[in-house]
């Protein structure tokens, strides 16, 4: 088991890492790797637009996303990849190639789901932040920015890395529109060897395992390290006052 | 006093004319007509649910209003206006909240130089100076580099005086500074807002703290139902307080 494991290995390694690269289009591992970290990259993002577009108090703003949020969450990912895969060469009559049409139906899943996230993150800090940033004289966007969003975004760093990791997986079901990644490449390998399902499937399953595990590991590192900053240098006991210090003379 | 030189000195600082407003039906401010010196102290005080709160927001505009005027520094908050000339406005109005609302993710001296900074374009090391001068003005300067959540009450609410003094408003209002603080800290917080108002800052109080009230104000306000029954400077308004409202009200307060 194990050594059959590490022949198909020795044999297909190149195959799962790059694909059919450089003969073909780049696939495997590697191809993985760039739809997530794009998926990731451009979803997170406009989740924050799409939770603000539903925070918005313009209705003309706030409709459109909702219902593209409430639609986009209602609907299974395969159906949505079949439909963009399909529908869109069809009413475009451009030829996309199936990477693009996975990453950008990636994009508005998980960025769906994801401002759904954020929202919560920004309504759970409740009204006090934003009028204390609006009496200082903040815009509502500045305000976003420099007070709201960093706290709500942090608050939610767990919630936000869940989705990053379902980001990760849900990138293998590029498979059913030919997406060249390292499910496509496993499956290569699989019909390849024909007998030996089990030890290829193994192999896949432990990639994404890793995968995931050290975004997981990479996120909880720097939670911690904000956390940390946040708690400050000066754990200590607080200092007893000095009552006649308080003020008096001109700053 | 950073007043524009236009206005004359005998203009107050804030006149509220004929203000309205109501939530649906429930009318909780009724013709309001009033107004604050340059300098003055106003201490606003009436029972609960009597719109104190609702009043001094309307005066940065947290709350909209559904009728009359508010004028600041000769402009109308209420206006039509674009919402960069209305955040101009509120930052030349200090606010201290109830409950502090510090910001948590920020340091105290960045809680105090960030808006002089993102707000009105100040040099960070500019304006780092002037936070920690202000923290040592409010007796927190070995605060500066603590976060909020590390801070006791009166220091958190001394901190978010600081952070409205940062933006160097003419005018600062109160709502209920120390209604949220266990008793042993009220006077930390007293003292600062007592120092403010000695240099002669105009500065509008919504407090329960009558002592306060008697030493500090140059002026009461009393307001029932949305309406403000009586004004009359302290020493009156305790020993003979006109309505029979304002009468009960102290009556009550006694015990
Ligand atoms: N957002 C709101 N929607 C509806 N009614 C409100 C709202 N905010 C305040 N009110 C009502 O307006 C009235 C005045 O409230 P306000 O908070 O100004 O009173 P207050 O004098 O500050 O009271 P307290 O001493 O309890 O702080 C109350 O009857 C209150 O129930
Ligand atoms: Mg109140």
Known sequence: ?251 | MTMSASTPQQAPAIRLSNVHKSYGDHPVLKNINASVARGEVVVICGPSGSGKSTLIRTINRLEEINSGSIVFDGQDIHATMPAKKLNLLRSSIGFVFQNFNLFPHLSVVENVSMSPIRVKGVAPDVAYDKALKLLDRVGLAEKANAYPGQLSGGQQQRVAIARALAMEPPVMLFDEPTSALDPEMVGEVLSVMKSLAAEGMTMLCVTHEMGFARDVADRIWFINAGEILETAPPEEFFKTPRHPRAQRFLADLRH
């Open chain 1, 1 to 251: 088991m194990i050594t059959d494991i590490i022949t198909i290995i020795k044999d297909y390694w190149l195959l799962l890492l790059i694909g059919q690269y450089p003969n073909g289009p780049l696939g495997g591992l590697a191809n993985t790797l760039i739809l997530s970290a794009l998926s990731i990259a451009l979803a997170f993002p406009i989740s924050i637009l799409f939770a603000l577009a539903r925070l918005s108090k313009w209705r003309a703003l706030r409709w459109p996303v909702t219902a593209l949020v409430y639609i986009t969450r209602g609907v299974p990912l395969l159906m949505l990849v079949l439909w963009s895969y399909f529908l869109v060469p069809l009413l475009t009559g451009a030829d996309v190639p199936s990477f693009v049409t996975m990453l950008t139906t990636l994009v508005f899943y998980q960025g769906a789901f994801l401002s759904e996230v954020v929202r919560g993150g920004i309504v759970a800090l409740g009204h006090g932040q934003m009028e204390a940033a609006k009496a200082l004289g903040h815009s509502y966007l500045g305000a976003m920015r420099f007070i709201i969003l960093p706290q709500a975004l942090y608050n939610m760093i767990p919630s936000i890395i869940s989705t990053f990791v379902s980001t990760i997986k849900d990138t293998t079901i590029g498979y059913v529109i030919n997406v060249p990644d390292l499910t496509f490449a496993a499956s290569q390998v699989n019909n390849q060897l024909l007998t030996q399902p089990f030890q290829v499937f193994l192999i896949l399953a432990i990639v994404y395992y890793a995968i995931c595990w050290s975004l997981t590991k990479v996120a909880n590192a720097i939670e911690q390290r904000i956390t940390r900053r946040r708690a400050g240098p000066s754990r200590t006991v607080v200092a007893p006052l000095a009552p006649s210090k308080i003020l008096s003379e001109q700053p």
